[in-house]
Every structure is written in structure tokens, then in C-alpha cells.
């Protein structure tokens, strides 16, 4: 845990779960590819949304 990816997992597990109901358990079983693919994902998504967020704020 040095470098901190294991950490970086957990903050991933929890959006995976959070935001897809997918369990950590699965979430650590997927490949390096898979959890790869997800992450992205959600960060995609959290990017969408703060972009929305701060959209809104500016118009008021």
C-alpha cells in the first residue's frame, strides 16, 4: 500500500457500489482490465456531473 493504489480501490469499490449496487467483493474479483474499464467510467461520470454542477451554479 505504499504507493496508495489500494486505497485508490477502495474510493472505486465504494462509487461502484454506491452509485451501481456492484459489491466490493465482485468490485476485487474483476480483472485489471475490468476494474480499469469501471473506473473510467466512473470518473467520466463524476467529471458529467461536477460540469453540471458548476453549470448550474453559474446561471444563479
Known amino acids: ?7 485508490g480501490d477502495f ?9 451501481n449496487g456492484l459489491l466490493p467483493s465482485v468490485f476485487s474479483e474483476m480483472s485489471v482490465k475490468e476494474r ?4 473510467a467510467f466512473i470518473d467520466i461520470k463524476l467529471d458529467a456531473e ?5 453549470k448550474i ?3 444563479h
Open 1 to 7: 500500500m505504499e504507493d496508495g493504489s489500494e486505497s
Open 11 to 19: 474510493w472505486y469499490a465504494y462509487h461502484a457500489y454506491h452509485n
Open 36 to 39: 480499469g474499464i469501471l473506473m
Open 50 to 54: 461536477d460540469k453540471m454542477s458548476k
Open 57 to 59: 451554479k453559474s446561471k
